[in-house]
């Protein structure tokens, strides 16, 4: 500026009257158009994006424009360390966009990523900025915890994994049990379940998780169970020295997760856990009453409820023996017990009439006329009773009189391989006999009260020829002895179609049930009781039924076919 001042100088222009204005704006034009013969400079450009968004794995990146002022336009944008393409996003160069869907986890606090601008002069300018990436979005939680009728507390949080870590739950498709709610901030499930929710059970819902980011759904189920309870009123009685079981049942909660367990109970008693099967057997000497406390519980519910368990003594076994059991009227015969167990009382049938003769223990009766006699014993303790029948067991011969042939036999009704004590109960004093034991016509014995084997089963006719010398007699009976493969027993009183029918004390209940599991050649003997049975096959097969007074002397067993009294 001096040397333009000086250059101006160098000018003298006269004073001019009226003159003087325009050449003052002359060189003032002279002067600024001296000015403009220098070179203008730009600024540098300046990145103004002072932070970027927070991304998720696999949620698409919130589209983000950089920017920048200063320089000269159109700006080049670039990512120095190319950091953004190993989290899967990408920088527009052109208008310093960046887009894309993040792939991986930055580190904890986040990565820097170092952006520079270029602008038309080429001039650039850089700057740092932390990129966060956090993990995805998951609803850990697969599953809830099943509730039941009633329940107070009822307590179940959701949980998630990934994003921000901060969370916002909500169920998209409301389906929870009655009263219960959820905490859209802490995702817990609770409340008090009503009392009857489980007629609605399981309630299926969809939750939501949401953490500013992104929004995952998993779809729940919560299973709510009726109230837990057994529902065994009573036991079944024990008897000392024979195994017990016995299933407790119970009703409601996880049927499939029932576990049970008992305290108190005798030391011979023990549960199966899984099953409720109580089992095991007393001692002898343990009769008496027992209470214990048997519990069942299901993972959720557990109830508790106590029986009283009523151990026996083993029932009597009735039995017994007489001497002579063959003889000629009158016959005095001695009796003698042989029942076991303990026994209060005994009551004899000599002649199974139905009327108690004696109730000693070993009495002894005189049969003052001549037959053949079936003898009843029932005996009775704290275990019970038990009756034990002879049949044909006193054979009475006649005295004197006219020759006349008849016997006897005992038993009549045998398995096979069984021997068959045969009596002459002839009248007129015979000094011969002559047995045919088949009626085959051969003669078997001589012997007078022989006893013969069978060893092949069926019905048998046997012939007793009789002489005194003189005279002789024939007596024939048809069909007297029955020879069976296997004797089975029926009790409609106390039997059970779950044993094996070998004996009163394992006896069978129904007819029809004995029919479908014996076979040829068998014997069933019924005891006396009513049979509600009708449509009885004997499908072929060569079974024989025979009635016993086995409960009540003198009685018979009674089919009813359908309630008619038949």
């Not at 939501?208 to 169970?225: C, M, R």
């Amino acid at each position: 500026m001096p040397a333009q001042k000086k250059f101006a100088g160098l000018f003298r222009f006269p004073v001019v009257a009226g003159c003087a204005p325009f050449m003052l704006i002359a060189l003032s034009v002279l002067v600024v158009t001296g000015c403009g013969g220098g070179k203008h400079k730009s600024r540098h450009p300046k990145i103004t994006t002072t932070a970027l968004p927070e991304g998720e794995v696999s949620v698409a990146y919130p589209t983000t424009q950089l920017t920048a002022t200063g320089g000269t336009t159109p700006y080049t944008w670039s990512d120095v360390n190319n950091i953004l393409q190993s989290y899967g996003l990408s920088l527009d160069p052109t208008t310093g966009e960046i887009t894309g869907t993040p792939t991986q986890v930055t580190p904890a606090g986040g990565v820097t990523v170092t952006f520079e601008v270029t602008d038309a002069d080429n001039k650039t300018a850089q700057k740092d900025l932390t990129l966060v990436i956090y993990p995805e979005l998951q609803i850990s939680t697969t599953s809830l915890p099943a509730g039941y009728d009633g329940q107070t507390g009822y307590s179940a949080t959701l949980s998630a994994t990934g994003g921000t870590g901060t969370y916002i739950w909500s169920i998209t498709n409301a389906n929870l049990p009655q009263n219960l709610n959820l905490d859209p901030s802490t995702g817990e499930i609770s409340g008090d379940i009503a009392s009857n929710a489980s007629t609605n059970s399981p309630y299926n819902f969809t939750v939501e998780v949401t953490d500013g980011l992104a929004s995952k759904q998993a779809n729940l189920s919560i299973t709510v169970y009726s109230q837990l309870q057994i529902t065994t009123t009573s036991l079944d009685e024990a008897i000392e020295g024979v195994s017990y079981s016995f299933t407790l049942t119970a009703s409601g909660g996880d049927a499939t997760n029932y576990n049970w367990s008992v305290t108190g109970q005798p030391s011979w008693l023990s549960i199966d856990a899984a099953t409720g099967e109580m089992s095991g057997t007393p001692p002898t000497g343990s009769a008496g009453t027992y209470t214990f406390t048997v519990t069942v519980d299901d993972g959720l519910q557990t109830v508790s409820k106590q029986f009283d368990l009523v151990v026996k003594p083993p029932p009597p076994m009735a039995d017994f023996e007489a001497s002579p059991a063959y003889g000629t009227a009158p016959l005095n015969v001695a009796f003698t017990d042989k029942s076991t167990g303990t026994i209060t009382q005994w009551e004899w049938d000599f002649d199974n009439d139905g009327n108690v003769d004696s109730t000693d223990r070993n009495p002894q009766w005189t049969y003052s006329n001549p037959g053949v006699y079936t003898v009843r014993l029932k005996v009775t303790g704290p275990g019970g009773s038990d009756a034990c029948i002879r049949m044909d067991y006193i054979c009475v011969r006649p005295s004197g009189g006219a020759l006349k042939a008849n016997f006897a036999a005992s038993p009549r009704f045998i398995e096979l391989g069984q021997t068959v004590q045969f009596y002459d109960l002839s009248s007129g004093n015979p000094t011969s006999w002559e047995w045919d034991f088949d009626n085959d016509g051969s003669v078997d014995s001589t012997v007078q009260n022989p006893m013969h084997t069978y060893n092949d089963p069926g019905w048998y006719t046997v012939k007793l020829t009789v002489s005194d010398g003189t005279d002789s007699d024939t007596c024939v009976k048809e069909m007297y002895v029955l020879v069976a493969n296997s004797i089975y027993y029926v009790d409609g009183v106390s039997g059970d179609d779950a044993n094996g029918g070998t004996g009163w004390g394992d006896a069978w209940k129904t007819i029809g049930h004995a029919l479908s599991q014996v076979g040829d050649y068998d014997l069933v003997l019924v005891a006396d009781a009513t049979y509600d049975e009708t449509n009885l096959s004997f499908n072929g097969k060569k079974i024989y039924l025979k009635g016993v007074d086995h409960n009540t002397a003198g009685q018979r067993p009674v089919i009813d076919c359908q309630g008619s009294g038949r």
